[in-house]
Structure formats: C-alpha cells, structure tokens
C-alpha cells in the first residue's frame, strides 16, 4: 500500500517519500482515511508505530485549500503534554507540508511568551501546544479559538498522568462544538475513555496495541545495592563498550548527581530534567540524537513521545512508579523494528514496583549478576500475582 492510495495528494506524498517512507505503517493505514473523512477518532497503538503523521498527514490534506486565515486563529490544535514533543510534532509538520503553504507552530512554556504572541498575530494554521502556556495565551487573548476545525488529543494517558485533566476541560469548553475531535493514546485507561466521552462523537475506534508486532527488544535486569548504582552503570559502559544509552532516572538532583559520578570515572553524559531552560534541553536532545552526546540522563520528561532514531539502550536506573511508564521509557528503543536492549536496576525497596511491572508484561524479567557487585540486600524472587498487602481482600 501507498501513501498516494490513502487518498493524500501529490505535495504530502511527494515530502514523505523525500523523508524515505516507503509505504505507511498499519496506524497510518487504518487512522488516515478515517480522518479524511471527517470522522472522530480514538487510536491506541505502541510507541515507535508513527502515530503522529497518522493525524499530521490527513490534517495537512484536510487544510489544503486557499481560505485565507484571520489574525490570532488557527484551523488545528494539537495538544500535547511536553516542550519537547511539541516542538517535535511541529518539525513533523514543517517537514510533511514543506509543498503546501500551510504555517504552523509550537507553543510551549518555559520560554518568554512575546515571541509566541507575536507569532499568533497574522494567524497559524497549525498550533501545536502544552496545555498551560495555550490558556495562557487565551486569557491574554493573543489567539481565539472561532475558526478552529480540528483537535487532536496526542499522548492523552500521559496528560491526564501529568495533571492536566483540569486545563483540558477548561481549553474544551472555549472550543468551538462543530469540529473534529482525534485522541491519540499508547494506553486507553478509564481516565482517557471518560476524556473521550466527553470529547469525540460518535468515533472510529482503532486499537493497534495488541495487533501490532512486538518491538524488538532485549529487557533484564540486575538486582543493586542502592548505594552501589553508580559504580554498576559505569562498570556495564565501561566493560560492555557502550556506545549509547538514554538513562532514566526520578529526581532532577539525581540526574545532576550521576553526570558528576558518571564524568569523575572518564565517562560523559548530560542530563535534562524540568530544571533546564528549554533552549538547553532542546540543544542536549539534539546533540543526543546526532550522537554528539552519547549518554543522556534523563527524568520522566524524556519519557514518551520523544523520536530518538535508532537508540541502543534505555537503562532504568530508578524504577518507575507506575508499570506504565516502564513501557513507555522501553519504549524509545526498538523502533520501527530495529533491535534494542533495556536494563534496570533493581534494589530491595524497588520489590513492589518490579513485581507490577512483570505483571504487566506478563513474564518475569531476566536476572543478571556481575561477581563485582554482590548484593548485601537481597531482592526476593519476583510474583507475577503479587499482591501488596494493604490491597489484600479481608
């Protein structure tokens, strides 16, 4: 199948075949001629699976006329819950429609907002923005929302995950009701049906999450002293002559403390965190992504939706609370079916969180142990039905 016969004209089918796709990939060839038909949308499928040209590519088909676009509107909205996805959507954008005259944007806190306002003056046909800084601009008036035709919800689970259910509501409520609503999710948990129903009528559901074939991807794990996670990640880099690894890790502190680590025995990496101005972390991502920097400590912020090509290894330094976001961070390696590998370190007090996480994926976790490292707290065979004991029916 062709992106030509999914009904794109020759300008969008012209600027992805110069980017080298060949054909689309099942989420662009089931979602596309929905959206193309104006139909409401809710889509679930892995990361990696090219769910953002899913809704760009029809978008760009849909705007593609002469209407001429009045000051402070916009035709579509994309709603996203990072500076960095924003602004890695609307390169997406930029790239599709590059023989189109269609503008668009990213819109983002954590920058000033003049240029952002200055940008909305003559009208953008695509704005791609965090839920914040868009009400912001609304309540300053700098953009109005009476010519919107299109909205897409992209990484829903993880918006309503990072509290933004409340300004959501607030951006639904000053749309326009004739439109086209689209939600995008890796999951579909019952926070994001309830969003949808109050969002999308009567939608097309595509579910891709359990069709679709596994990344391929090489997990396992090594059980660590907490005090001892320092020394194994540089001994594994060291030893193995890892070239490459997005590092996650839960606090901004301790993304700064094991740069520190990691540089005092020969090793150089970077970190990004919530604490970074955008215009640095947007420079470390980028210099991530062409191999300048080739270990990255990351916090959650890195954690989905961020495209790193053929990245080596995700290692999980901290365990992730949620069993979710385990499958989210695994999830930027082994892309669009290239081989990868993702580690965690796991201490005692990391039992519960593991024991979730093996629950959902539904086999427990290869172990590995290294003669240097022997561990003085012993974490206990893993349960795939483990209960905690609080949850425990009396």
Same mark, same amino acid.
């Given at each position: 199948? #062709? ?7 020759? $300008? ?32 679930? !499928? ?29 035709? !579509? ?25 269609? #503008? ?9 907002? +003049? ?6 003056? %003559? ?8 839920p914040g800084r868009l009400l912001d601009m609304a309540h300053q008036r700098a953009l109005h929302f009476d010519e919107l035709k299109m909205l897409v919800l992209d990484e829903a689970d993880r918006m309503l995950d990072m509290g933004f259910i409340d300004d959501i509501n607030k951006i639904l409520e000053r749309l326009p009701e004739q439109r086209q609503n689209l939600l995008f999710s890796a999951t579909i948990s019952s926070d994001v049906q309830g969003l949808a129903k109050r969002t999308i009528n009567d939608p097309i559901e595509i579910?891709? $999450? ?44 301790? !993304? ?13 990496? +970077?970190?990004?965190? @919530? ?7 947007? #420079?470390?991502? #980028? ?12 916090? @959650? ?8 090509? +053929? ?5 999980? %330094? ?40 093996? $629950? ?35």
């Amino acid at each position: 199948m #062709s992106f030509a016969s999914l009904g794109l004209s020759t $300008s969008i089918v012209k600027a992805v075949s110069e980017l080298g796709y060949s054909e689309p990939t099942p989420i662009q060839q089931k979602a596309i001629p929905k959206v193309l038909l104006g139909r409401d949308l809710i889509a679930s !499928a892995q990361t990696g699976t090219g769910k953002t040209a899913s809704f760009v590519l029809p978008i760009l088909e849909r705007l593609n006329n002469d209407n001429t676009l009045r000051g402070k509107r916009i035709q !579509a909205l994309i709603l996203t819950p990072t500076r960095e996805l924003a602004v890695q959507i609307e390169a997406s954008i930029a790239n599709y429609s590059k023989y189109m005259n269609l #503008s668009s944007m990213a819109m983002y806190g954590g920058v000033d907002a +003049e240029a952002q306002k200055q940008a909305l003056i %003559y009208g953008v046909d695509i704005l791609v923005a965090t839920p914040g800084r868009l009400l912001d601009m609304a309540h300053q008036r700098a953009l109005h929302f009476d010519e919107l035709k299109m909205l897409v919800l992209d990484e829903a689970d993880r918006m309503l995950d990072m509290g933004f259910i409340d300004d959501i509501n607030k951006i639904l409520e000053r749309l326009p009701e004739q439109r086209q609503n689209l939600l995008f999710s890796a999951t579909i948990s019952s926070d994001v049906q309830g969003l949808a129903k109050r969002t999308i009528n009567d939608p097309i559901e595509i579910s891709l $999450s359990h069709s679709t074939k596994k990344p391929n991807i090489e997990q396992w794990l090594v059980t660590v002293d907490k005090d001892k996670k320092s020394a194994l990640l540089s001994y594994l880099i060291q030893e193995n002559n890892w070239q490459q690894a997005l590092i996650f890790i839960e606090t901004k502190h301790g !993304a700064a403390k094991l740069v520190s680590q990691l540089e005092k025995r020969g090793i150089k990496a +970077e970190c990004i965190h @919530g604490g970074r101005t955008q215009e640095v972390r947007e #420079s470390i991502l #980028s210099e991530f992504k062409t191999g300048k920097i080739t270990f990255l400590v990351a916090t @959650g912020i890195a954690a989905r939706g961020i495209d790193i090509g +053929e990245l080596a290894r995700v290692i999980n %330094y901290d365990l992730p609370a949620q069993a979710d976001e385990y499958i989210h961070r695994i999830g930027r390696t082994g892309r669009a079916g290239a081989a990868g590998e993702a580690i965690s370190f796991v201490s005692k007090d990391n039992f519960r969180e593991l024991c979730a996480i093996e $629950s959902r994926l539904g086999h427990i976790l290869v172990r590995k142990e290294f003669d240097a490292f022997p561990i003085k707290k012993v974490v206990p065979i893993s349960k795939l039905n483990f209960v905690p004991k609080h949850r425990v029916n009396k």
